[in-house]
């Protein structure tokens, strides 16, 4: 009789064969001899020799994709994944020890009120990544999102709110199932003491990316939870923030490609409650005009 999957660890590859070689073999050391964790690894059509090699690997299931689809590649992994909850991975992230990846069981499994837990990010240094999604102390408690990089969650929440948004592509989709995990009636909890190593390899990512993203999927965003007249501030704060960063990146084709598409596209309106727009204050102040330019400097 085979064992129950408690756990089901999925992470996205693309085109970088020594960060995959590197996160599956401390995965493989990491959850030697547990029945109860299934490792996924999904590849987003790469070309650099990454596909061939996950599939000569034993231990994981492989996901081989023929072309690249941004984190809706996920999607394939996660629709896969029979474990109670999904931890998810980048191709160059990995837990620090085995005993944070049993301590966020633990926690999910005591704790019915919580859907998601959000990791603690470091460095191999050991340094702290920071990041505006994620509480500025260092203290297990509520955390009004979380990053991509390193959290578990509940499978039959993620199923539920659809995974991650496919149409995003890259960037904010973090943000969008926060904000569903919080609509389901779950909170969102941070734990330093759960800790995931990110060696943060740049990905060589082009300028009209940054641009183009992140512009689009914000207005998408603001359209579909805010109300008026919160919304219609918001979009004009983030046009305006989108504009300053497409003038550096010298993007402005893909600046304004993002602006048609953002306010074009036709959304499925889900405004947030009072309490919960209160809760994810820290997004409206990164999308606000007026905290972007006066807010107190470090």
């Known amino acids: 009789m085979s064992a129950t999957i408690k756990l089901s660890i999925v992470f ?3 085109n970088r064969l020594d960060e995959t070689h590197s996160t599956v073999q401390q995965l493989l050391a990491m959850c030697k001899g547990r029945d109860d964790v299934e490792i996924i690894a999904v590849d987003n059509g790469s070309t650099d020799g990454t596909a061939d090699y996950l599939k000569q690997q034993h231990g994981i299931v492989s996901i081989l994709l023929h072309d690249n689809g941004g984190i809706a590649g996920y999607n ?7 474990g109670d909850f999904i931890l998810v991975l980048d191709d160059d992230s990995c837990p620090d020890t085995i005993d944070s990846i049993d301590r966020a069981i633990d926690i999910l499994s005591t704790n019915p009120e919580l859907g998601l837990l959000a990791f603690c990010i470091e460095s191999p240094d050991g340094q702290l990544q920071t990041s505006w999604h994620l509480p500025q102390t260092q203290a297990y408690g509520p ?3 979380f990053i991509g990089c390193g959290f578990m969650i509940r499978r039959s929440l993620f199923e539920k709110i659809g995974w991650y948004p496919a149409d995003f592509f890259l960037y904010q989709n973090e943000i969008e199932v926060s904000f569903q995990v919080r609509l389901q009636g779950y909170q969102i909890f941070y734990d330093p003491e759960c800790r995931v190593i990110h060696r943060g390899i740049p990905n060589n990512r082009p300028g009209w990316r940054r641009v183009f993203y992140p512009t689009r999927n914000t207005l998408w965003l603001i359209r579909r939870y805010y109300p008026q007249p919160q919304a219609s501030y918001l979009l004009c704060s983030r046009l305006i923030i989108g ?16 602006v048609k598409e953002g306010l074009n596209t036709p959304v499925v309106k889900n405004s947030l409650p009072a309490a919960l727009r209160h809760d994810f204050l820290v997004f409206y102040q990164q999308n606000s005009i007026f905290h972007q330019l006066f807010r107190q400097r470090p």
């Open 12 to 14: 996205l590859n693309f």
């Open 76 to 82: 394939q992994g996660f629709k896969q994944a029979s």
């Open 143 to 145: 955390s009004p999102f």
């Open 243 to 258: 504009f300053v960063r497409a003038v550096y990146f010298k993007e402005l084709g893909a600046y304004w490609r993002a």
